[in-house]
Each structure stands twice: as structure tokens, then as C-alpha cells.
């Protein structure tokens, strides 16, 4: 532990990465204010949101709930919200440039039909977005695909499938993302894919069991 004039100082960094020092009278003192402030500082780090979901309507939530879904099995906070790039430009502009600053770390931005939202969101924050097309009624959300992955070059969107499954796969993606920096989370994905293996070898069992009756 360091020590400082004859003090001894306690030393952690809060939930937005920033480092901070206190200086005690004793090293029991310093070690226990360092514990209890590191203890606190995970805390409010896993409650505070990483992921942004965001969607262009109310009537996305269905599918979208599906990113939700997969970021909770890995014990990810996210938000939720609705913006529209074309209802409410202003707004989703705010929204976008504010992202980062807010501790958010990866966008996941649903939308149906005209789907600019996740290209627009790209434009105007250096975050990682993901596209999630919503399938509309009219196109089966091949609209929507097309809007959301056909990006110019310099502003990506990595784009998933349409629907549930891509929502799914969006918030399994956005997890890998921040995986890179987070053991923990690079730990239950690594689980996660030995359950989708048994879940194969599983099936395999069973049609076997069957082709031999
Ligand atoms: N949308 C909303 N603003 C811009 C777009 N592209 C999309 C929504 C939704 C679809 O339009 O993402 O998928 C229909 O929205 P609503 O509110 O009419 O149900």
C-alpha cells in the first residue's frame, strides 16, 4: 500500500474509470475504505447500463425485447427507449451524441420499414451500433434490411437478421464487444457456447434414439 507523509493511502477507480486517493491514519483504515469503495464501484457498475437498446416505435418491442433477453443471460445492464429517425430527428440526434458520455458502450437500434435509425445513430456517435431490421408487414423486413446494412462507406452498422433471431444474435454481439475488456463477461460466453454444443449433441441423441426404434 502506498504511503504518503506517514499516511496511508487508499486508492480505487469509480465507475467511470476515474482514479481517486484517500489518505488514512492507519493501513487497516486505508485498506478497509479501499475495500468497501471497490466493492461499491462493481456494484454500481453492474447496475449501471452498458448496452442502449434502442427502437423506432413501441410496436419493435416485441422483437426487440429478444436483445434484452440475451444481454440478461449474460448479466449485462442495459437501457431501453424509443426514437425515430425521421418522427423525432432531434431527439435521436441528442441521443446519439450524448451515448457515450452517459457510459453507454455499445447501441443495438432497431427499426421497420424506412430503417435509418441504426444508420443515423452511426452518424453522429463514434460507438459501436448494431442494426436490428424489424419485419414490417408490407416487406417482410427486407426493407428494413436493406435501410439498415447498406451503409456508406465510413459509418458502419453491423447489421444482424431480420427479426428475433437477429435480436437475439444482437445482444449476444453486443456482450463479445464488450468481452474484449471484461473477463467475466468473455467467461459466460465461452459458457454459452458449450451449452448450444450440448444442446446440438442433445438433438443428435434423440434423433438417433428415434432412427433406431
Ligand atoms: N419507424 C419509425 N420511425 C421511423 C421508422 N422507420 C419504424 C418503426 C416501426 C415502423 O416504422 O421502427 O418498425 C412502424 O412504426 P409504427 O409506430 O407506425 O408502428
Known amino acids: ?40 464501484e462493481a456494484t454500481a457498475l453492474m447496475s449501471k447500463p452498458l448496452v442502449s437498446i434502442v427502437m423506432g416505435s413501441d410496436s419493435d418491442l416485441e422483437v426487440m425485447r429478444e436483445a434484452g433477453k440475451a444481454l440478461d443471460e449474460f448479466g449485462i445492464a442495459y437501457e431501453m427507449d424509443v426514437t425515430s429517425a425521421h418522427r423525432s430527428p432531434d431527439r435521436t440526434a441528442d441521443y446519439a451524441r450524448k451515448a457515450a458520455g452517459r457510459g453507454i458502450r455499445v447501441i443495438i437500434a432497431g427499426a421497420g420499414g424506412a430503417a435509418h435509425l441504426a444508420g443515423v445513430i452511426a452518424a453522429h456517435t463514434t460507438l459501436p451500433v448494431i442494426g436490428v431490421p424489424i419485419p ?16 456508406p462507406a465510413g459509418i458502419p452498422v453491423a447489421t444482424v437478421a431480420i427479426g428475433k433471431s437477429g435480436a437475439t444474435n444482437a445482444g449476444i454481439l453486443a ?36 432412427m433406431e426404434e
Not at 506517514?6 to 486508492?11: H, L, Q, S, T
Not at 426493407?143 to 439498415?148: E, G, P, V
Not at 454444443?197 to 434414439?209: D, Q
Open 1 to 40: 500500500m502506498l504511503k504518503r507523509c506517514g499516511k496511508f493511502m487508499a486508492d480505487w477507480r469509480d465507475a467511470n474509470g476515474r482514479r481517486h486517493r484517500a489518505a488514512f491514519p492507519t493501513e487497516a483504515e486505508a485498506l478497509a475504505h479501499q475495500a468497501r469503495m471497490r466493492a461499491m
Open 136 to 151: 414490417s408487414t408490407s416487406l417482410q423486413g427486407m426493407d428494413s434490411l436493406l435501410a439498415t446494412v447498406q451503409m
Open 175 to 210: 456482450a463479445q464487444i464488450l468481452a474484449l475488456a471484461d473477463a467475466a463477461i468473455a467467461k459466460k460466453l465461452a459458457a454459452h457456447k458449450e451449452k448450444l454444443a450440448r444442446g446440438v449433441e442433445e438433438k443428435s441423441r434423440k434423433i438417433n434414439a428415434t
